[in-house]
């Protein structure tokens, strides 16, 4: 499989088509810039990285949106498999992954990215209520376990 495959792929899936994909591409999911690139350095893994601009942190309420940032990166809950990280540079959150190359085929690779694309909408909804101050509910507080006598409770989500 090469990148221009998986490319090629993304764009029958979305009707859509891409410029100049020899090892990275960029387009716009929901708005915003959503990157794909194959990333190689020599004598080490190959891997397919996607990441997704989800916007600057709006100043309304941002320890709750922090939070929930946090809570969705829990046990890859709510980041469609990608992880939700703060660029110090500009401030912008971003979604991001991260794929081995050689253990995905073309369908995984365009399966990922849609995956993908589809919790960075999501969280670009998410930023814009607490932007415009929608009523956000209280996340729930997680079930832990329980360590048996003479134990350590880690507070795992029991799943």
């Given at each position: 499989?090469?990148?221009?495959?998986i490319?090629?792929?993304l764009?029958?899936?979305?009707g859509?088509?891409?410029?100049?994909?020899?090892?990275?591409?960029?387009?716009?999911?929901?708005?915003?810039?959503?990157?794909?690139?194959?990333?190689?350095?020599?004598?080490?893994?190959?891997?397919?990285?996607?990441?997704?601009?989800?916007?600057?942190?709006p100043?309304?309420?941002?320890?709750?949106?922090?939070?929930?940032l946090?809570?969705?990166?829990?046990?890859?809950?709510?980041a469609?498999?990608?992880?939700l990280?703060?660029?110090?540079g500009?401030?912008?959150?971003?979604?991001q992954?991260?794929?081995?190359?050689?253990?995905?085929?073309v369908?995984?690779?365009?399966s990922?990215?849609?995956?993908?694309?589809d919790?960075?909408i999501n969280?670009?909804?998410?930023?814009?209520?607490?932007?415009?101050?929608?009523?956000?509910?209280?996340?729930?507080?997680?079930?832990?376990?329980e360590?048996?006598?003479?134990?350590?409770?880690i507070?795992?989500m029991?799943?």
């Amino acid at each position: 499989m090469t990148f221009s495959e998986i490319v090629d792929a993304l764009s029958r899936e979305l009707g859509a088509q891409f410029e100049n994909h020899d090892d990275a591409i960029g387009f716009d999911v929901g708005g915003k810039a959503f990157f794909m690139m194959r990333v190689a350095q020599p004598g080490a893994s190959e891997y397919l990285v996607m990441a997704a601009d989800l916007g600057e942190v709006p100043p309304e309420r941002p320890e709750k949106l922090y939070q929930a940032l946090l809570d969705a990166g829990h046990n890859f809950a709510g980041a469609g498999g990608g992880v939700l990280a703060r660029n110090p540079g500009d401030g912008h959150i971003w979604l991001q992954s991260r794929e081995p190359f050689a253990s995905m085929d073309v369908e995984t690779a365009v399966s990922k990215v849609k995956a993908l694309g589809d919790a960075a909408i999501n969280w670009r909804d998410i930023i814009r209520e607490y932007r415009e101050g929608a009523s956000i509910p209280e996340p729930e507080a997680a079930t832990t376990y329980e360590a048996p006598v003479g134990g350590v409770n880690i507070g795992l989500m029991m799943v």
